[in-house]
């Protein structure tokens, strides 16, 4: 058989053998046999375990050892698979070694498109390590239908804006509403006559600026049931005015607190 030579682009390895048939990078004896370009049997495989081990003398990369040894592994059970007989075999433990061999060869397929795309990476980093994206418009056929952005605002107001936001104290916010004690209607009943008697007042003095709103709510209820026993006056001038509450001098009813609580 006629010696191969290195004729077209390989990985650059470092690494070449030098057979009778072949000389030339070990990545492109690989890919041949790949191709089934080069016959394994026809290789003198114990030459290249020898001309690895002194080349991996000079470099001391042990990662690139183990690699070597699971490939020539796989080469070598492919080899020893390609020199069995080609008639019809029955044996279980040849077909298991045939098996193995088909197992062993897309093996070493995919050692070579793992090296072809690692080699792809390495290109692409060196390529594009110093290059920096910049960033572009929208294309034109996006930004046609947007209507254009005016700012009416002066720069002025808007750092006033960002100081106020920037400056500004986070709001607490407050549990106690979770367990507000309940307020009962006939509770604010006798409140609201006890203010009163005292004089007129409006709604808002009754409940104070503090009041929660089960309380608000309790004392307006308060002041219906009172205006419907007669008990009390309501004036109110307008919407969103105040509400201005006065004794009648009707004497209070008997008040039933379960049939006024407010749950």
């Given at each position: 058989m006629s010696a191969v030579k290195a004729s077209e682009p390989a990985e650059e390895t470092g690494f070449e053998v030098h057979l009778e048939n072949f000389t030339g990078p070990f990545d492109l004896l690989l890919s041949l046999i790949a191709r089934r370009q080069l016959d394994v049997t026809q290789l003198a495989l114990s030459q290249v375990t020898d001309e690895?081990?002194?080349?991996?003398?000079?470099?001391?990369?042990?990662?690139?050892?183990?690699?070597?040894?699971?490939?020539?592994?796989?080469?070598?059970?492919?080899?020893?698979?390609?020199?069995?007989?080609?008639?019809?075999?029955?044996?279980?433990?040849?077909?298991?070694?045939?098996?193995?061999?088909?197992?062993?060869?897309?093996?070493?397929?995919?050692?070579?498109?793992?090296?072809?795309?690692?080699?792809?990476?390495?290109?692409?980093?060196?390529?594009?390590?110093?290059?920096?994206?910049?960033?572009?418009?929208?294309?034109?056929?996006?930004?046609?239908?947007?209507?254009?952005?005016?700012?009416?605002?002066?720069?002025?107001?808007?750092?006033?804006?960002?100081?106020?936001?920037?400056?500004?104290?986070?709001?607490?916010?407050?549990?106690?509403?979770?367990?507000?004690?309940?307020?009962?209607?006939?509770?604010?009943?006798?409140?609201?006559?006890?203010?009163?008697?005292?004089?007129?007042?409006?709604?808002?003095?009754?409940i104070g600026k503090d009041s929660n709103v089960q309380t608000v709510i309790a004392s307006f209820l308060a002041v219906l049931t009172m205006y419907r026993d007669g008990v009390l006056d309501v004036q109110q001038a307008g919407a969103g005015e105040s509400i201005y509450l006065e004794l009648t001098g009707k004497p209070m009813p008997i008040i039933d607190d379960q049939e006024m609580e407010l749950n």
């Open positions: 690895f081990l002194t080349y991996l003398k000079k470099i001391s990369d042990y990662n690139l050892a183990s690699e070597f040894l699971v490939v020539a592994a796989s080469l070598l059970d492919l080899k020893a698979a390609r020199l069995l007989p080609n008639e019809v075999v029955e044996d279980p433990e040849t077909l298991a070694s045939l098996e193995a061999a088909d197992l062993l060869f897309a093996r070493l397929l995919r050692y070579r498109a793992y090296k072809q795309l690692s080699q792809y990476l390495a290109e692409r980093y060196e390529e594009y390590r110093t290059v920096l994206p910049r960033e572009v418009m929208p294309p034109e056929e996006l930004t046609r239908g947007l209507a254009p952005l005016r700012l009416r605002l002066p720069k002025e107001r808007l750092l006033e804006a960002y100081l106020d936001l920037r400056d500004r104290e986070p709001e607490t916010v407050s549990i106690d509403h979770v367990h507000q004690p309940l307020v009962a209607v006939a509770t604010q009943v006798r409140q609201l006559h006890r203010r009163l008697l005292a004089g007129p007042c409006t709604f808002e003095d009754f």
